[in-house]
């Protein structure tokens, strides 16, 4: 029996706003397959030498930073393995998701330019998590303009997520003998990152290399889950029924732990398997990648 | 139509429990995206096709003013009379005087959504005429009383038995077996001959239309299309403007898509070009050909910030590829366009007001734009609808409110702390020993379908200052 909370049923303005909070965060959006030649990235010469140490800002994420810090940990310890500063801007929250696909525009667009002022000054701005760093390269360009719009832009080539920096900017690589065993592995590709960001082989480039990983993949990786943003709570039967598929395919891929790159994308699948007595770990790609299996995985006991 | 658009959540809730009509979706779900797959491949460049054919249709339709009335001058050349209809009204009476100034008495139907769009059935039995359905799903959905569940597979949600139930109580043949499908689709086929021979008047309509010549595209699987369009002595095809293309080979490169994204085949069984009445040396054909273009609202589509929407071809590849689409079935949408497609469409057809629930019936995974032969940015275009559904408050209140309060806590970072901290130390304390909450009050929506994972002790914010000022 899990704890079991049961106050008055009815559902306030500050009820939706404590859901709106935890729930909110779209794992999604998209745009034109073809369009992802065209957003923007540094160009050789702007990129720092090799001898040059990364100077990374990590944005946590409003998930990762409620529900989930080791993932923000273990990003750390990952970028400062590849040989990054890493700082973490302490005035950063929300990158305006919940009300941008939720369609309140107006809302989204005061947190877009905090979002950008906040990080501006960075040389790479990194995320871990697909629809977070989507939203900046993506949509704060979509909602923002003027000179905001150029700024977004601006920013925009300096973000990453976070197994694409890994893989493609920094190159983070690892001796053999100091890779750990992580187990049987499926990798779930969440929408945002996969359909704006082309985020596919980079994570099971990473699996493979910097851990002992025995990757196996499930049928139709490239199905939504049903966590969606705001659309988990207000089509909850139609978002269960998905990820109830999702777990099928992740339990007959034989592997033991489903992880991904969107922590809600993972919430939802790991509340759903919960639920349904379903035997799987979730994890986030950053605590495998970091080696990080003594963290429990994703709502399991954090009491032994 | 009963069924309304904002009814859609009760709707799928209903459809979810439908067992055998679920597991049938998502057959459908894992094996249309394979054919389209396959299809795909084989072609080579599809990307290249889609993207030609996405600037011709757009060069057509910010040059409506000239392509359209070259098309009527071409299809008046030919033969054949051209009719304007600016609401589905006018084109359900356009329709029905042409029948009556004939005294036509029964109407051989091909597969049409323009006049599902019109309900253009209904309109023309109100007046005495006898319409028969003859694309094979339509037919079934028409004996049956129902509506599309699928804009190509109208009545993918009926399962065999009902159908094999439908017949044999709709045919008068006597006692028979129908053992399986083929057996089904010869009684229909022997059924549906004897209605285009005696039908007066045929009514199709138009995958595309060709400026330069005049002529119209018409695609099937089951030659119903041409024995509608051949064997009657009239003939109406009703469409859209949208539909207009500059060139035969434009129509052509349109096909290629097509048929790829709706069913995985390089062609459809039957592609046909009309080009007008019987000429005088023609063996068949009809005697007299009418074209009614109907605009219900696609002008101000046209005009507004959705007018890619006009480039969608209704092959269904999004409905297909659509999560929510296969979970919720056809008919939770309340339209006679459904999925992706229709969840932008219908607002715009119909009103925001009576279908705002569709664009957020969607969780922007993005899946059907990347399948969608148009190129149409569908997500982007159910959240700008969700953007207008938001400046016209229509929808719920509190979710609104909510999402205002969320922006304002979300400025003021030192407030924003203050709170996630409260509440995740709170929720950390009262869910680690179990791991996650199987209710919660504040997240009803959320805990009905799963647990809520409990949070870790802190929030990163307050873990990672305090770590920075031990380190100090």
Known sequence: MYWSFDLTPTQGVVDHLAATVILALSATPLRLVQQKDSQPRMSESQQPQASQRFQVHLFVTCLADLFRPSIAFNSIALLEEAGCDVTVPMSQTCCGQPGYNTGDYEATVPLAKQFIATFEGADYVVAPSGSCAGMITHHYPRILEGQWHERALDLAARTFELTQFLSEVAGLKRPIEQRSDVGSVTYHDSCAGLRELGIQTQPRHLLNTLCRADLKEMERTDVCCGFGGTFCAKMPELSANMASDKLEMAQASGATTLAGGDLGCLMNLAGRAKREGIEIEVRHIAELLAGDLATPAIGESSQS | ?472
């Open chain 2, 1 to 472: 139509m009963t069924i309304s658009s904002n009814d859609f959540i009760a709707q799928s809730v209903v459809a979810l429990q439908e067992a055998e009509r679920l597991r049938t979706r998502k057959e459908l779900g894992k094996h249309m995206p394979a054919l389209r797959t396959r299809a795909v491949e084989e072609f080579g460049d599809f990307e290249g096709l889609r993207e030609h054919v996405a600037n011709v249709r757009q060069h057509a339709l910010d040059n409506l003013d000239y392509y359209l009335p070259q098309f009527e001058q071409q299809a008046i050349d030919n033969g054949n009379q051209v009719h304007y209809a600016r609401t589905g009204a006018e084109l359900n009476d356009l329709v029905l005087s042409i029948c009556q100034r004939h005294n036509a008495r029964k109407i051989a139907k091909g597969k049409s959504m323009v006049t599902e769009e019109t309900e253009l059935n209904h309109h023309l039995e109100r007046a005495g005429l006898e319409v028969v359905e003859t694309d094979l799903g339509e037919y079934i959905i028409q004996q049956a009383g129902e509506t599309p569940s699928h804009i190509v597979g109208p009545a993918l949600h009926k399962p065999e038995a009902e159908i094999r139930e439908l017949f044999l109580d709709k045919h008068p043949l006597g006692p028979r077996e129908l053992e399986d499908p083929p057996a089904m689709v010869e009684e229909a086929r022997s059924v549906l001959r004897e209605h285009f021979l005696s039908a007066d008047v045929g009514i199709v309509g138009a995958n595309a239309l060709i400026a330069e010549n005049g002529y119209s595209l018409l695609v099937t699987n089951e030659g119903n299309g041409d024995l509608c369009a051949n064997l009657p002595n009239i003939l109406i095809v009703c469409t859209t403007m949208e539909r207009v293309l500059p060139r035969a080979r434009d129509a052509a490169a349109l096909v290629r898509l097509l048929t790829r994204s709706t069913t995985g085949q390089s062609i459809s069984c039957y592609t046909s070009y009309y080009s007008g009445p019987r000429r005088q040396d023609d063996i068949d054909g009809p005697l007299e050909t009418h074209y009614v273009l109907l605009d219900n609202k696609r002008s101000d589509i046209l005009a507004s910030d959705y007018k890619d929407m006009l480039q969608c071809m209704r092959c269904g590849a999004c409905l297909n590829h659509c999560p929510v689409y296969i979970g919720a079935g056809g008919h939770a949408y309340g339209s006679v366009y459904q999925g992706p497609m229709g969840s932008v469409l219908t607002p715009l057809l119909s009103s925001l007001e009576e279908s705002h629930t569709l664009p957020s019936a969607c969780t922007t995974c993005g899946r059907c734009a990347e399948v969608c032969p148009a190129n149409i940015p569908l997500p982007d275009l159910l959240r700008d609808l969700r953007h207008d559904e938001s400046r016209s408050k229509l929808g719920s209140g509190r979710w609104r409110v909510s999402m205002k309060l969320h922006a304002w806590v979300s400025q003021h970072p030192r407030l924003y702390q203050l709170l996630t901290g409260l509440g995740v130390r709170t929720l950390h304390r009262m869910g680690r020993r179990r791991g996650g909450f199987s209710r919660l009050p504040f997240a009803s929506g959320w805990t009905q379908e799963r647990d809520f994972p409990a949070p870790q002790k802190d929030t990163f914010m307050h873990q990672y200052r305090k770590q920075a000022a031990q380190d100090e």
